[in-house]
């Protein structure tokens, strides 16, 4: 595997996260997870949140019933997710090395969650963990930001200033090494002042390709692809698609 993600950075950017972006996606993307995954299981059915960040996604979940499981390698996101959705279950975890049971019945990754994953072996043993996390028949959702979403959106500077913090980020894409780069310098105001951080985070951009054959390598059946900017509406975003999966149902039935 590649060198293991720095999730150092994602603690120190987890606080931001969850006041600035966490509710707002989780808000975006619930119709489009109704969609295409919610409508297609049962009631309280098992679900697990792959790179959950906050937990914003997986309190939605549970106040609709559902049985909620979330991993994520830092420490500090799944800390804040606890005390969001204090009724689901959570395990810091590598999302390349992880093991849950008993097996759910589907899973979810979104707000680009596994871009961050730098290598595409990386991003294939995540699949494995979650193919294998699945019941047969299993439904997998994710979406990922693809070239079309780098060029138009990683580019440019922007700022979010309150009375007691300031947010501000950079962000690049070098289309020669499919990597996007985002800078953040971070100022909290503390008991005897500010305090400042500075943190980076990356994103790999994968092909179609690239995805669909690391499906099929885990053990999925092809996957349904799903432009975000034109084929879910309300849902509106460029350059973010979404990927639908099984796991096969295995011969004589499901486990």
């Keep these: 595997m590649g060198p293991p993600p720095q999730y150092s950075d994602y603690d120190a950017f987890a606080w931001a996260y969850n006041k600035h972006w966490g509710s707002a996606f989780t808000e975006s993307i619930l119709p489009v997870i109704d969609k295409l995954v919610l409508q297609t299981i049962p009631p309280k059915a098992r ?13 939605a979940l549970v106040k609709r019933g559902y049985r909620v499981t979330g991993v994520d390698g830092s420490k500090e996101m799944i800390r804040i997710a606890r005390r969001n959705a204090p009724k689901a279950t959570f395990h810091v975890e590598d999302a390349r090395s992880f093991r849950i049971a008993p097996p759910c019945d589907a899973a979810l990754s979104t707000y680009d969650s596994l871009n961050h994953m730098m290598a595409l072996e990386d991003l294939t043993a995540v699949f494995r963990n979650v193919h294998d996390s699945l ?5 997998f ?3 990922l930001n693809m070239e079309e979403g780098y060029t138009a959106r990683w580019r440019g500077e922007s700022a979010i200033v309150e009375d007691d913090h300031v947010v501000a980020y ?6 020669d090494d499919k990597v996007g780069r985002m800078e953040f310098t971070i100022f909290r105001k503390v008991a005897r002042g500010w305090k400042r951080t500075d943190l980076a985070l990356t994103q790999r951009c994968y092909s179609d390709i690239e995805v669909r054959s690391a499906l099929k390598r885990a053990g999925f059946e092809a ?3 799903f432009d975000g900017a034109r084929d879910l509406e309300p849902f509106r975003n460029v350059g973010r698609w979404f990927f639908l999966c099984r796991r096969p149902v295995a011969a004589g039935g499901r486990r």
């Design 47 to 59: 679900i697990l949140d792959v790179c959950c960040g906050t937990g914003q996604l997986a309190s």
């Design 223 to 225: 996957a349904r692809v």
């Design 170 to 175: 950079r962000s690049s894409y070098s289309p």
């Design 141 to 143: 959702l994710f979406d």
């Design 135 to 139: 019941r047969d028949g299993g439904w």
